[in-house]
């Protein structure tokens, strides 16, 4: 009861801030559009960057294709709004149509999820028997699979991208999911098949002797990454009103990592800290943007060798609320 | 049918390219059980050493000695720039989880790529004529002197690299460290060293093929090592990974599939055929054509 | 006037943060831009919605300007440069088979191959091969290889320059010798350098040449040179006209109110640029003439300029 009462204040003030930010609450006052957009992308980062840790740093399973699990869900629900948006509206005809546009907008997400989950399926089981290195590379090479597929069916622009599509997401949409992605992963992760997946992370063959069934695990927390990576493809594509497969490349999947690998691998609060920084940073070089790429990969060798385990390391894992409130406001400096 | 040849040579001399490349990995892979991702990266700077290098022999007309200077040149800077990752990237935490080395070489990888961007530009270069050319017309086949010399280059250096793992004493000492790394030191052999060796000379084997790259195709930019990069360690792993013939094999196998694929059905399709044939053999023969499957060790 | 500037680094999405900032950072009143086709779709739905005018000076793609009544182009369409590709094959080079070598992953090339098969079997022409490769391919002998067997006169290859260039070597050691045609993804002084004396006979369209003897090009041409001290290729030359017909249509408007600019540029008519004389009509796209180039030991040499034929 109490969780229910919180989450519908978390939306209220999720709708309420978005009215207020945009100027339709008090007259005269917004912010800017553009320090909107860069939060609101920012937000689709952490559900990119904490479903990828459910699957990279939860369950250790090092999956490189979580951008063509994101494109999937991008076309997907583009399609979705574009072929039958009239046609859904239409069905909740009786509804004012800023309702009309949620339901169009929650049904897309729903199927653009589904198909992705369905790709996570398809990809996972054989992947998945696969270890380190080898499931890396496959999934590399999925994700490269799926941007191809993507780019040969014409109906969703194949080359030309997919463009026209209605802005139905805004930064309220964004940070409902961002909120609810990490509900639910720090509720599976604190959950006793959460505790499976950790033990498959810390050492396989023995899960596996302790009757854990790993690949069945390991299925599930890959299918459950890859359809919250297709909300967040979906949200992407009705914030930014076009997609091109480009968008989608490997290197997508490589600042996602960077995002995780940043904050800390097995670790929600530093995904969402590893995810902001990234933007906070794309957009603060914006000047220097030829060096941006640089920094970064120095980064990621420079925390590898100093700290392997990220800024918060596994952190949170046992006691998040607990952990957070200790460490907060400022979070751990790095050891040198 | 002549149509077939041509492209049967055409992939051939492709996959000569993914076969030196593929060495690397394998003998990487061999010894610290890693996939090396910033090798396609070190193929590309040995392209770039090339350029380089023969910007500054201009004058000279392309002659055959001028193309060995070129090719020795940038085998030996690629082979420094070998060690170079190993000290300073992957030593550091070798004994650290596998994970925390594959992102290592994640990270090492994206740095020399875009500081390739940055001090190379972002443009493509291409390559002045290294060596004198002529075609050879083999019924209705053409072949080139640039494919001719890829092909004839990777198979003299496969040999020899070859004879080096079989015959002397410090490839017997890396097939040691390949076999069981605490094992060999324990045996007095300086792994360290072993390693080094290791990185010096698949890197050495990339930069050759990033200069026979240059000579055929001819274009080279800063992020061309990583699809070659990638589709190369398909080649390792098909062939059987650990296991240099079988690198070989695998490379010519990608190279060939990939030139017919382009040819006969769309060159859509070309990056996704090795992908395919990777998780394939993944799914059905794991161990590759030429490897033996091993259990893993609890 | 006052500048204001924003890379996009090439990336779609890039494109829309940039446009953003440029709006709401920067309060621009109009927007000069994208380059590319992709990009320009990215970027015009933004212009659309917080009413800036945007004009493009290089996307051919027919799309871009259907994005909305602010989105304007000064360069002609896709359609219109096949169309010359295949007049240029058709009544230039008397060729009745064509073969077609385009990027799959660009817009740009995908729509001129759609054009010019069009318009070439139109003309009673054929189309014995059609290849692909994708922009960053380096290696395009497997391509090639089928085309020679299909035996074409001529080659479209509607790709930019250094690809077509690498295409046109391995083409020459293949022993293909017939000439190839393409558009204005080919203008770049380094075409040249890449390809060198493979392109020798090579026919492409673009929107100007550099060898115009008309008083507007040369002066156009020697001031540039003064400035920066090389010679402009046609980016140069329709940015500038798209800056200009912007400024025009400002001056005329009398102010820069969105919705004005937007009235005044629908209003241009017989503007005199560097890259011809240009109308915008009612889908707010530049009627203006392509000329047609042919490359020899190193120039691009202007051989006839082709107007549009409707309006």
């Not at chain 2, 493509?124 to 050319?133: E, G, I, N, Q, V």
């Not at chain 2, 001719?148 to 250096?157: D, E, R, Y």
């Amino acid at each position: 009861m109490k969780g229910f009462v919180l989450a519908i204040v978390f939306v209220a003030v999720l709708f309420l801030g978005n009215a207020f930010l945009t100027g339709g609450l008090v007259p005269g006052f917004s912010v800017s559009p553009y320090f909107l957009q860069v939060v609101s992308l920012a937000g689709i980062n952490i559900i990119l960057a904490v479903s990828l840790n459910l699957i990279n740093g939860f369950t250790g399973q090092f999956s490189i294709g979580h951008a063509g699990f994101m494109a999937i869900g991008a076309y997907v629900s583009a399609y979705v709004t574009a072929a039958f948006g009239d046609r859904i509206r239409g069905a909740v005809g009786m509804l004012p149509p800023a309702f009309q546009n949620s339901v169009l907008l929650l049904i897309a997400l729903g199927i653009a999820a589904a198909c992705a989950a369905v790709a996570g399926f398809l990809v996972g089981v054989p992947s998945l028997r696969l270890r380190g290195d080898y499931l890396a590379i496959v999934t590399l090479g999925f994700g490269e699979i799926i941007r191809v597929f993507i780019l040969n069916i014409d109906a969703v622009g194949g080359a030309r991208g997919f463009s026209g599509i209605p802005r139905l997401a805004n930064f309220a949409w964004i940070y409902l999911f961002a909120g609810a992605t990490i509900l639910v992963v720090s509720r599976i992760v604190r959950s006793s098949f959460g505790r499976t997946l950790v033990a498959i992370r810390e050492d396989e063959i023995a899960a596996e002797a302790m009757g854990v069934n790993t690949t069945r695990a390991k299925v599930i927390s890959f299918v459950v990454s890859s359809a919250m990576a297709g909300v967040a493809g979906g949200l992407f594509a009705h914030y930014l009103m076009y997609v091109h497969t480009n968008s989608f490349t490997f290197i997508k999947s490589f600042e996602i990592i960077i995002m995780i690998v940043i904050g800390g691998l097995g670790s929600i609060t530093g995904s969402v800290l590893g995810a902001v920084l990234y933007i906070v940073l794309t957009e603060g070089l914006r000047q220097f943007a030829q060096y941006r790429m640089v920094l970064f990969s120095l980064l990621l060798i420079v925390i590898m060798i100093v700290r392997p385990q990220g800024i918060l390391g596994h952190r949170e894992l046992r006691s998040f609320f607990a952990r957070r409130r200790r460490v907060e406001p400022v979070p751990p400096p790095v050891a040198g | 049918m002549t149509t077939f040849l041509q492209q049967l040579v055409n992939g051939l001399s492709l996959g000569s390219i993914y076969a030196l490349i593929a060495l690397g990995y394998t003998m990487v892979y061999g010894v610290l059980r890693l996939i090396n991702f910033a090798h396609g990266d070190v193929y590309m700077l040995g392209a770039y050493v090339g350029y380089f290098l023969s910007r500054r022999l201009r004058g000279a007309e392309p002659s055959l000695p001028r193309a060995l200077v070129v090719m020795l040149g940038a085998m030996l800077a690629c082979a420094l720039v070998g060690i170079i990752i190993e000290r300073f990237a992957y030593r550091p935490v070798r004994r650290a989880a596998r994970l925390t080395l594959l992102i290592t070489a994640i990270g090492v990888s994206l740095f020399i790529e875009n500081a390739a961007q940055l001090v190379f530009g972002p443009d493509p270069k291409f390559f002045p004529s290294l060596a004198p050319r002529a075609d050879f017309h083999v019924g209705g086949v053409r072949l080139t002197s640039e494919q001719l010399t890829v092909i004839a280059v990777s198979f003299l250096l496969m040999v020899l690299l070859r004879f080096f793992i079989l015959k002397t004493r410090t490839g017997k000492a890396m097939r040691a460290v390949s076999f069981n790394l605490d094992a060999a030191k324990l045996m007095g052999i300086s792994t360290d060293k072993i390693i080094a060796i290791t990185f010096a000379l698949g890197s050495a084997l990339a930069a050759a093929a990033g200069v026979l790259i240059g000579m055929q195709i001819p274009k080279i930019d800063p992020l061309m090592g990583i699809l070659y990069g990638l589709k190369a360690f398909v080649a390792a792993v098909l062939g059987g990974i650990g296991n240099v013939p079988g690198a070989v094999i695998g490379g010519l196998l990608i190279g060939t599939s990939e030139v017919m694929v382009v040819g006969y059905l769309s060159s859509t399709f070309r990056d996704a055929i090795a992908f395919g044939i990777l998780i394939l053999v993944l799914l059905l023969r794991p161990q590759g054509i030429l490897g033996r499957a091993q259990k893993e060790k609890v | 006037m006052r500048v204001a500037v924003e890379d996009d680094q090439s990336k779609p999405e890039e494109a829309a943060t940039a446009v953003t900032k440029l709006i709401n950072q920067n309060h621009v009143v109009a927007m000069l831009g994208e380059v590319s086709s992709s990009r320009s779709l990215a970027a015009a739905p933004i212009c659309q919605a917080n009413n800036v005018p945007m004009i493009s000076p290089s996307s051919t793609n027919p799309r871009v300007t259907q994005v909305g009544d602010y989105i304007f182009r000064v360069c002609f369409t896709d359609p219109f440069q096949a169309e010359v590709g295949a007049r240029i094959a058709w009544e230039i080079l008397k060729v009745k088979k064509v073969a077609i070598l385009s990027d799959v992953r660009n817009d740009y090339s995908v729509g001129l191959q759609t054009f010019f098969r069009q318009h070439f079997k139109g003309f009673g022409g054929e189309i014995v091969a059609e290849q692909s490769y994708s922009e960053g391919d380096s290696d395009f002998r497997a391509q090639l290889t089928q085309i020679k067997s299909a035996n074409p006169e001529a080659i479209y290859v509607p790709g930019y320059y250094t690809e077509v260039a690498t295409i046109a070597r391995q083409a020459r050691e293949l022993g293909i010798s017939v000439p190839l045609i393409g558009g204005d993804g080919w203008d770049s002084p380094r075409l040249w350098e890449i390809g060198g004396e493979a392109l020798n006979g090579c026919y492409f369209s673009n929107h100007y040449s550099v060898d115009d003897p008309s008083p507007a090009v040369q002066k156009f041409v020697s001031d540039y040179k003064k400035r920066y001290n090389q010679t402009p290729d046609a980016l140069a030359a329709l940015g500038y006209d798209a800056a200009r017909i912007l400024s025009d249509a400002m001056k005329r408007a009398g102010t820069t109110r969105g919705d004005k600019v937007r009235d005044a540029l629908l209003g241009t008519k017989d503007f005199q640029g560097v890259t011809g004389t240009i109308t915008i009509n009612k889908e707010r796209n530049a009627v203006k003439p392509a000329v047609v180039l042919k490359i020899e030991n190193g120039k691009f040499n202007y051989m006839t300029t082709v107007k549009p034929t409707g309006t």
